[in-house]
């Protein structure tokens, strides 16, 4: 038999600042911050640090930049199994860019494109090397926008979305 699922129940701003609270003293137990909040489980008050509370997180939204650097890293990092551990992923992309991501924000980016890559019927040529060295490193989070994304006009323009679709097309969704 499976596990039964708790009713989920919105964070209050108490709930909030009693995490904050717990979070300035290491070391942290979720189990003990629990005891103040028992509505929330364990999981629900580490998801609510890590992908809201938390004070280092950027929560801007994805600029190119990012969004090409997490397509270039997810390649990088993908297990022959198509597994991807999200969580190697936040500290790279947080020294690239030096922004700290959430996972969530990564995940969600992740899974949104790969539905609309799916609907593309074309792929469009481009370089590889975008982002990524040759020996697959990034660049370093040096920014030059002139030479980190391609730019046309409406006489050949590949758009902020086609050309995610084209890094992305590169992947085997279905398997």
């Not at 964070?11 to 070391?27: C, L, Y």
């Not at 650097?69 to 551990?85: A, D, F, H, M």
């Not at 539905?115 to 090397?129: C, E, M, R, T």
Request: proline letters at 5%; aromatic letters at 8%; glycine letters at 4%.
């Amino acid at each position: 038999m499976g596990k039964v699922r708790s009713k989920s129940i919105r964070f209050t701003k108490k709930a909030d600042s009693i995490i904050i609270n717990h979070m300035k003293e290491p070391p942290i137990f979720y189990a003990k911050i629990k005891k103040e909040i028992p509505e929330y489980t364990t999981k629900q008050i580490r998801q609510r640090w890590t992908n809201q509370l938390d004070p280092k997180l950027c929560h801007d939204p994805l600029d190119e930049y990012d969004e090409i650097l997490i397509i270039k890293l997810v390649k990088k990092n993908r297990k022959p199994n198509g597994t991807i551990c999200w969580t190697t992923l936040i500290p790279e992309v947080e020294a690239k860019t030096g922004k700290k991501r959430s996972e969530n924000k990564l995940k969600n980016f992740w899974y949104s494109r790969r539905g609309q890559v799916l609907s593309k019927n074309y792929i469009f040529p481009q370089d590889d090397d975008v982002l990524l060295s040759q020996d697959g490193d990034a660049s370093g989070g040096a920014r030059d926008d002139d030479n980190v994304l391609p730019s046309r006009d409406d006489n050949g323009v590949l758009s902020r979305l086609d050309i995610l679709c084209q890094e992305a097309l590169k992947y085997d969704f279905l398997q």
